[in-house]
């Protein structure tokens, strides 16, 4: 009965590599969101998707590749890790509309890079 | 960019007592909401106040906003060990962005 999923929770390898975090929500949200939270708890959106659609892109490299292959699925991939993307990324959903709603995240994603 | 600011960064009093922290931000918003964050976990909305409303509360949190202050401040009454987290304020201007302070570290003492 887990709302917001992600895996795997956490995540070791080294620089260079390729890989991948998967979301998965079953809440019924049209937007998903995903943030990376830097060792200073400091949270700071990524991308925003909305039906499946991408509405927000903040200044991410291009390393970063979001994926939606449906409304209720966020993959992040990662190419060519480098060491400052040790971070805990996290997954988040909300309803859609004019009024604004809450988010609900995921456990997060703890990605070491060595 | 980093929008809201807390205050204080770090909060540690008795269980019983009562704990505010503050928030604030810069640009005009629709919406403020605060989070709660347990160690090593994510993050648990807490409380959504409209840019048109003052003030708020559910259960133990009341949450006040000045939009002409561009501040907000959380109050949790009673204070338990559970209420041992990080809290985090977030601005939205939009529906689908919010922008989040580095929050305010609590802790209860027995």
């Known amino acids: 009965d887990t709302a917001v999923s992600q895996t795997p929770k956490y995540l070791v390898t080294q620089m260079g590599n390729d890989k991948s975090i998967k979301c998965e929500q079953n809440?019924?949200?049209?937007?998903m969101y995903w943030y990376k939270q830097d060792s200073k708890k400091f949270l700071k959106i990524m991308f925003s998707?909305?039906?499946?659609?991408?509405?927000i892109n903040e200044t991410v490299p291009n390393r970063f590749s979001p994926k939606s292959p449906d409304k209720a699925h966020l993959n992040l991939h990662i190419n060519s890790l480098e060491l400052g993307d040790s971070a805990v990324y996290f997954c988040?959903?909300?309803?859609?509309?004019?009024?604004?709603?809450?988010?609900?995240f995921g456990p997060g994603t703890r990605l070491t890079v060595t | 960019s980093q929008q809201g600011e807390e205050d204080p960064q770090a909060l540690s009093i008795q269980e019983g007592e009562n704990a505010t922290m503050n928030c604030s931000y810069k640009t005009s918003i629709n919406n403020l909401q605060w989070y709660r964050q347990n160690s090593g976990r994510g993050l648990v909305h807490l409380i959504l106040?409209?840019?048109n409303e003052r003030e708020k509360h559910s259960g133990r949190l009341r949450v006040t906003l000045d939009t002409s202050k561009k501040s907000s401040s959380l109050l949790i009454t009673a204070s338990r060990a559970a209420d041992t987290a990080s809290y985090f304020c977030?601005?939205?201007?939009?529906?689908?962005?919010?922008?989040w302070g580095a929050g305010t570290k609590l802790i209860i003492k027995p």
């Open positions: 988040a959903s909300s309803r859609s509309g004019t009024d604004p709603y809450e988010q609900y």
């Open positions: 998707y909305n039906n499946k659609e991408l509405i």
């Open positions: 106040i409209r840019s």
């Open positions: 809440l019924g949200h049209d937007t």
């Open positions: 977030a601005t939205g201007r939009s529906n689908y962005q919010l922008i």
